[in-house]
């Protein structure tokens, strides 16, 4: 099998995965880079668990990569790991998906199984299907969205249950039959209900987020400590167990995945857009409070952890990187630190953070901040270090 765009954060666990499974996997990824580190068994990102099993796979020969497309016509299965991705207007790119789909079609076998994997605007599995047809090819198509969560890839691919949707029965049973040497669980759905149960999905957790982000605000302004009062409200009582902390909720996927649900419904989704209007003005609200306290123009201000979650290397979306512009025109000086990522030329060691800094803002609330001794005042509004999410 071969999966295009298998270098990246969803792709590359998926074919560790199988290739743990037994399948025979070929990686096309655009990126040399990456390639050439697979090649080498070496893992482009951190993801706990991976580098271990491809280290075996790579042993065992079943799993190479390639920056070839034509590579995948020797696969009986393709799997596709692009994105829609969304503009600087926030609208989604709907064509991507066919757009590649069509430059990678001349290299395409009939009577494979092509599966796409990463969330897809609602009717692209459709468009895919007549493209495809137009062209007379005869490839079953397959929408199995992917439902990991970076840095659990290597758990989640093999406990949580797996949507697998086609337009007819055989081509489903033939998505079932590939996903279950992952899972035991498999879930079918029509391709549109699976395109929006992703949506569904991320927005949710968006919406999550907010939720908590506001309430987050309501208690700060009042002087209180959000998570405080969350950890006293959540405790032993089941139907608060799912409240949030608050914090920077950013990342590659969730923003995205909102404002394509938006567009999907004619931009009529005042609850996704209120969420976006929370989450991406944290920033911007977290300087505005720092303003009250500090003289932020005449201070260095230290910002730990750039990822855009805890424990991660991706910075993709984060929203530490807004939160570093706003305070870049407000403060003397930003310093930046983090201590997974490694793409940020601009990043500086933690000890130059701690010696020079006049106030420290967590970004990002990686483990190693959490009993970080400062002799200087700290932001934490997640609460990592226990002492208070106030701002």
């Known amino acids: 099998m071969a999966v295009v765009g298998g270098g990246g954060h969803v792709g590359l666990p998926l074919s560790i995965a199988l290739a743990g499974a037994g399948f025979r996997v070929l990686i096309s990824d655009i990126s040399k880079g990456a390639v050439d580190l697979i090649n080498a068994g070496q893992l482009p990102f951190d993801e706990p668990g991976a580098a271990e099993v491809l280290e075996t796979v790579r042993a065992a020969g079943r799993l190479t990569a390639t920056t070839a497309p034509q590579a995948v016509g020797r696969a009986d299965v393709v799997v596709v790991v692009v994105g829609t991705p969304i503009d600087k207007h926030l609208n989604p790119e709907a064509l991507d998906v066919p757009r590649h789909i069509g430059q990678l079609e001349p290299h395409l076998t009939d009577g494979q199984l092509l599966v ?5 605007y609602p009717g692209v599995t459709r468009m895919v299907e007549a493209l495809l047809a137009r062209r007379g090819r005869r490839i079953d198509v397959a929408f199995c969205p992917e439902r990991i969560a970076e840095g659990r890839a290597m758990t989640e691919l093999y406990s949580l ?26 879930v079918e ?24 982000n506001q309430l987050f605000m309501i ?39 909102t404002m394509q649900l938006a567009a999907f419904n004619n931009n009529q989704f005042t609850l996704g857009h209120s969420a976006m209007l929370i989450n991406e003005g944290l920033p911007l609200y977290t300087v505005a409070r720092l303003e009250r306290r500090f003289d932020l123009a005449s201070m260095t201000v ?11 290397d991706d910075i993709r979306s984060s929203l530490s990187y807004r939160l570093k512009r706003i305070l870049q025109f407000k403060s003397k000086q930003v ?34 901040y959490r009993d970080l001794e400062v002799r200087v005042p700290i932001v934490d509004i997640t609460n990592l270090r226990a002492q208070g999410s106030r701002v």
């Open 219 to 257: 208690a700060n302004d009042y002087g209180l400590d959000y998570d405080r009062i969350r950890t006293a409200l959540a405790l032993d009582y089941p139907r608060a167990q799912d409240l949030p902390g608050a914090g920077l909720a950013a990342g590659p996927c969730l923003l995205k995945d």
């Open 116 to 120: 796409l994997r990463s969330t897809l």
């Open 161 to 186: 249950p797996q949507i697998v949707a086609a337009r007819s029965e055989p081509v489903r049973q033939r998505a079932a039959r590939l996903f279950s040497k992952l899972t035991d669980k498999i």
């Open 302 to 312: 230290g910002i730990l952890g750039m990822a855009f979650k805890a424990g991660s």
């Open 189 to 212: 759905l029509e391709p549109e209900e699976a395109e929006l149960a992703k949506l569904f999905t991320n927005t949710w957790r968006y919406i999550k987020f907010a939720t908590a």
């Open 335 to 368: 310093l930046c630190s983090d201590p997974y990522v490694r793409v940020d030329p601009e990043l500086v060691p933690l000890e130059r953070v701690l010696a020079e800094a006049d106030l420290l803002v967590i970004g990002a609330p990686h483990p190693e």
